[in-house]
């Protein structure tokens, strides 16, 4: 299906008088490459995506379906791209990885897009990134973290955010280590989501706490599709682990914690992928969530002068401020809009190798701050700890980039 707002289709149109006044730049032309860019230069740049906006991961599927059409919104609304709206053509593969390969070939061979976007998901962005090198695709995507999809051999890939899903922690995993030995934690708990992203947050963590000396009591691994968490929160209250590490998306993380919360098992430490992050999550949990912790690659205060923009038109657009998952993709649609623009055109075939190229050898400044890659697509940099402080989730490490102290051990839920 080919989603669309109505506010997106005005902006479109408004660009779309310009063009034909005059303002629209020349794109260029695929030729006889087998490309489908080969339209005037009024035709829309058409951008190609599939999402799991139903299933196990449609939560945060919608969140960065969001942050997409922001990013669409925006752009048109500046112009386009090379002078020529952009239009976004959003498939729904249900948290599916058969669906989401199927959807990437449809929109390529047979829709024919100029560019492509990718899914939500590790378990997700793997095999379309094997679709989009298959037709020479670049293939920019917000969601895939895990170490497995920076170790396929992909050249096209490049990951929309500041580190790799094992680095998540690390600013975390440090200030634990470096506390005075009768105040370091000794023992933790884990239980991770079968989900590379999910495990790879939660195993990168866990890797490095034991390597620093601390004892692993619990480690396990649920299903997606998960709901009862009793008999795994009642292993981990028995263990009265210092440390809880949660790797999680959204449902399962709020369903593990309230678990535990009705064990009343009282962590020090309280670490969970991804669900502390989401609007919904203070509601969900019953407003229990003081010093609960969660990696993050983007703040709504952080200063770089297009994430200002981004927070304040989202926020005018959908009448709420965006959340992570919107703000990597619209970081997404960055990364590739400032190869285009660079290089000059947006269409299949061997403009999409130019655009690969670049990108390798270039830095883009994003809302989460300048982004390289090294040449399997791995970003560069360090994910932000958060923390819920008196009410608000805030950034609490590193040190130079806090909003608010850290609070150790965390308070009673």
């Known amino acids: 299906m080919h989603v669309t707002h109505s ?151 490049f990951y929309a955010a500041p580190a790799v899903a094992d680095d998540h922690y690390n600013y975390l995993a440090d200030y634990l280590l470096s506390l005075p030995e009768g105040e370091r934690p000794k023992t933790a708990a884990v239980a991770a989501m079968d989900d590379p992203f999910a495990q790879g947050t939660a195993y990168g963590l866990r890797d490095k ?90 703040s709504p205060t952080a200063s770089f002068p297009s994430n200002v923009e981004f927070v304040e038109k989202y926020t005018e657009i959908f009448g709420n401020p965006p959340a992570e998952d919107e703000a990597n993709a619209y970081t997404t649609g960055q990364v590739v809009a400032a190869a285009v623009e660079a290089v000059g055109c947006a269409e299949q075939g061997e403009c999409q190798q130019q655009l690969i190229d670049w990108l390798h050898e270039n830095t883009v400044d994003t809302v989460v701050g300048p982004l390289s890659w090294d040449e399997a697509g791995r970003p560069s940099g360090a994910h932000l700890i958060q923390q819920w402080v008196g009410g608000e989730i805030k950034i609490v490490l590193p040190e130079d980039a806090k909003e608010a102290d850290f609070i150790y051990p965390k308070p009673a839920w």
Request: net charge negative; proline share 5%; with cysteine.
């Open 7 to 157: 506010r997106r289709r005005r902006a479109m149109a408004l660009v779309a008088l310009a063009a034909t006044a005059g303002l629209a730049l020349s794109a260029c032309s695929a030729g006889d490459d087998g490309g489908s860019g080969g339209g005037g230069d009024d035709d829309p740049i058409v951008i190609g995506v599939s999402l799991p906006l139903t299933g196990d991961f449609s939560e945060p599927g919608k969140g960065v379906e969001r942050g997409y059409e922001a990013w669409a919104e925006i752009v048109n609304e500046q112009g386009g791209l090379l002078g020529r709206q952009v239009e976004l053509k959003i498939l729904d593969d249900q948290s599916n990885a058969d669906r989401v390969v199927s959807d990437y070939e449809s929109l390529i061979a047979q829709d024919g897009v100029d560019l492509v976007f990718g899914p939500f998901s590790t378990r997700l962005v793997v095999p379309s990134a094997r679709v989009a090198q298959e037709y020479g695709m670049l293939f920019v995507e917000p969601a895939g973290a895990a170490a497995e999809v920076f170790e396929q051999g992909f050249e096209n890939l």
């Open 209 to 298: 706490l034991e390597e620093g000396g601390v004892e692993i009591l619990v480690d396990e691994v649920y299903p997606p599709n998960t709901t009862d968490f009793s008999v795994i929160a009642a292993k981990i209250a028995e263990s009265n682990a210092d440390v809880v590490i949660g790797g999680s998306q959204y449902q399962d993380g709020v369903n593990l914690i309230i678990a535990l919360q009705q064990l009343d098992y009282q962590p020090k430490v309280a670490a969970f992928s991804t669900a502390p992050t989401n609007p919904e999550f203070a509601a969900a949990i019953g407003n229990q969530t003081e010093g609960i912790l969660s990696p993050t690659g983007w």
